[in-house]
């Protein structure tokens, strides 16, 4: 018999399985801080298409603010000035958001040194380059993203949402 107690080759056991459990767990959280370049929200519905501005008109970091699909739905369109996960253009950087917040339906604010969409009711951040992905705060959805196409002439239209616009109970127009 070998001089190792039933004790020790417990423990000794025990650390082996606890540190094989505790790498995997620290490579998926490693893996988990990577924000992934494709869209969580893939079902757009559709509205009518409607034209929105032109490319021409768009500065970069500075956001335009209109309505889609309604009067009652404040949205942002933007030239972030680096390409977007949906972004549209020749440089893929066109993005439009609503600027209702998905937890309260705060009204944001786009803060181009950031980057991202804030909320003064209790400072959520989107990521506007990443999808509207909800960064920090107590949004538990990420922004709605409008669904944008571009022409020939450079006339930027919305054509659809991806994700449930605050207050409502579907993304219907009625």
Same mark, same amino acid.
Request: hydrophobic share 40%; aromatic share 6%; net charge positive.
């Given at each position: 018999?070998?001089?190792?107690?039933?004790?020790? +080759?417990?423990?000794?056991?025990?650390?082996?399985?606890?540190?094989?459990?505790?790498?995997?767990?620290?490579?998926?959280?490693?893996?988990?801080?990577?924000?992934?370049? $494709?869209?969580? &929200?893939?079902?757009?519905?559709?509205?009518?298409? %409607?034209?929105?501005?032109?490319?021409?008109?768009?500065?970069?970091?500075?956001?335009? $603010?209109?309505?889609?699909?309604?009067?009652?739905?404040?949205?942002? %369109?933007?030239?972030?000035?680096?390409?977007?996960?949906?972004? &549209?253009?020749?440089?893929?950087? &066109?993005?439009?958001?609503? $600027?209702?917040?998905? /937890?309260?339906?705060?009204? %944001?604010? +786009?803060?181009?040194?950031?980057?991202? +969409? /804030?909320?003064?009711? /209790?400072?959520?951040? +989107?990521?506007?380059?990443?999808?509207?992905?909800?960064?920090?705060? @107590?949004?538990?959805?990420?922004?709605? @993203?409008?669904?944008?196409?571009?022409?020939?002439?450079?006339?930027?239209?919305?054509?659809? &949402?991806?994700?449930?616009?605050?207050?409502?109970?579907?993304?219907i127009l009625g």
């Amino acid at each position: 018999m070998s001089g190792m107690s039933r004790r020790s +080759f417990l423990k000794l056991g025990a650390c082996a399985a606890g540190g094989v459990c505790a790498g995997e767990a620290l490579s998926e959280a490693a893996a988990s801080r990577e924000a992934p370049d $494709r869209p969580t &929200i893939t079902t757009v519905l559709p509205y009518p298409r %409607l034209k929105l501005a032109n490319s021409a008109q768009l500065k970069a970091g500075v956001e335009i $603010r209109l309505t889609y699909p309604d009067n009652d739905s404040p949205i942002s %369109l933007l030239k972030l000035g680096k390409k977007a996960i949906n972004g &549209i253009g020749p440089d893929s950087d &066109i993005v439009a958001y609503s $600027r209702l917040c998905s /937890h309260m339906g705060g009204a %944001l604010d +786009f803060r181009p040194d950031t980057g991202a +969409f /804030h909320c003064p009711l /209790h400072y959520a951040r +989107f990521d506007a380059a990443k999808g509207g992905l909800t960064v920090i705060g @107590q949004a538990t959805d990420n922004l709605p @993203q409008i669904r944008l196409e571009v022409d020939g002439t450079g006339d930027i239209y919305a054509v659809g &949402i991806m994700g449930l616009v605050y207050g409502r109970r579907a993304n219907i127009l009625g």
